[in-house]
């Protein structure tokens, strides 16, 4: 949106220029020109498609490992059930109908949203009524005691900033201004400040290479790491991304399922980045929770039952619908698809055993 792109141009004016983070933060979350203000971003006719919207297995085998989870945390009564960024609210419809077949565990948890998005926030509303839940700005939010937590692609949301290598230290790609006024990549100032950013295994990395960090992901983990030490608990963070850490760029910005220019026109194309999951881990491990994982996606959904939840639904189901659901579990788990670059990843409070997938 033209809009949005000069009040980026106009603080960049004003203030120098901007890290990725910032620019990012403004692109998606932009009250009026950001992107997830003026779009519903997802499914087929939106600019992306997730796991929960291509299959309901999904969300269900989730609800149920939650289920689980709340058992072994000794069944509390009530229990907090958190979701980071729920979309359209797919994933926890299928949670929730999953969690039917533990009665005490539907009547005990307490539905608690985190989401940015006034428009997804609506749409979750209207989706979840009968669960009434309970939105709340952010993790801090949450009201005390035992917690499962799920989020599926949130953390690639989160904003990046990319670091690179120079001769001598650390600088940072930063979003500056043209000749022509526009946006543009510049390069900022090597600095040794910025190497201590920069996870240790990667510091001597060779000259020109990038490295991203997610200062926001890392603090999220933080928080849940000491929220999950003191609390009976458990999270399942799910997306895309590395572990170990890496190199490379991948911040990638994508408008009705293509490939589209980081900076052009902010507010009309998701941007999204790999997610670090041992950035994630550490931050989290240091926190005090124990951390599992992360195992590639196929490989979760397949220790939970996904093949059998599976023969279930198509037993049911018409032919056209047995080839869907089968289309769409085989997208999820087959290696080549989201099978491998989609990940999971466990926190649990300390006490407990690993959790179902993670053994
Ligand atoms: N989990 C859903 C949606 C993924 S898209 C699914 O799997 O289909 C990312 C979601 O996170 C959207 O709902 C978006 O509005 C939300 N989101 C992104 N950044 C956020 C932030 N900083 N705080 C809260 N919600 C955020």
Redesign the pocket.
Same mark, same amino acid.
């Given at each position: 949106m033209a809009d949005l792109a000069a009040a980026i141009a106009q603080r960049i004016g004003r203030e120098g220029p901007l890290s990725l983070a910032s620019f990012m933060a403004m692109a $998606?979350?932009d009250p009026e020109g950001g992107y997830?203000a003026r779009h519903d +971003?997802?499914g087929r006719a939106g600019d992306f498609i !997730? @796991? +929960?919207?291509i299959s309901q297995i999904f969300g269900e085998l989730i609800g149920l490992w939650c289920a689980d989870m709340w058992r072994r945390i000794g069944q509390p009564d009530p229990v907090i059930v958190a979701e #980071? /960024? +729920? /979309?359209?609210g !797919? #994933?926890m419809a299928d949670f929730l109908r999953a969690a039917e077949t533990v009665p005490e565990f539907r009547r005990a948890l307490r539905l608690h949203l985190?989401? @940015?998005?006034a428009r #997804?926030r609506a749409e979750q509303q209207c989706r979840l009524a009968a669960a009434d839940p309970c939105f709340v700005a952010s993790l801090d939010a949450l009201p005390p005691g035992p917690l499962l937590l799920v989020a599926?692609?949130?953390l690639d @949301? $989160?904003p990046i900033r990319q670091l690179v290598r120079g001769p001598a230290d650390w600088r940072e790609r930063l979003v500056g201004l043209d000749a022509a006024g526009r946006l543009a990549f510049v390069d900022g100032p090597e600095s040794p400040v910025l190497s201590l950013l920069v996870p240790e295994s990667l510091r001597a990395a060779p000259t020109g290479a990038m490295v991203e960090i997610c200062p926001a992901a890392s603090a999220l983990a933080a928080t849940l790491g000491e929220r999950l030490a003191q609390y009976p608990g458990a999270a399942l963070l799910i997306d895309y991304g590395h572990f170990p850490s890496r190199t490379g760029a991948t911040l990638a910005a994508v408008r009705r399922h293509r490939p589209a220019a980081i900076l052009d026109g902010p507010g009309s194309a998701d941007l999204s980045a790999h997610v670090d999951f041992a950035a994630i881990a550490a931050a989290a491990g240091a926190a005090g929770t124990k951390v599992y994982g992360p195992v590639p996606q196929g490989r979760f959904l397949a220790a939970l039952g996904a093949e059998a939840r599976l023969a279930a639904l198509s037993a049911r189901a018409d032919p056209t619908m047995r080839a869907e659901l089968a289309g769409g579990l085989e997208r999820l788990i087959d290696p080549a698809q989201m099978g491998n670059l989609f990940k999971a990843l466990a926190l649990t409070s300390p006490a407990l055993p690993a959790p179902a997938g993670f053994t």
């Open positions: $998606l979350h997830y +971003p997802l !997730t @796991a +929960p919207e #980071l /960024g +729920p /979309g359209r !797919t #994933l985190v989401e @940015a998005s #997804l599926n692609e949130f @949301a $989160l």
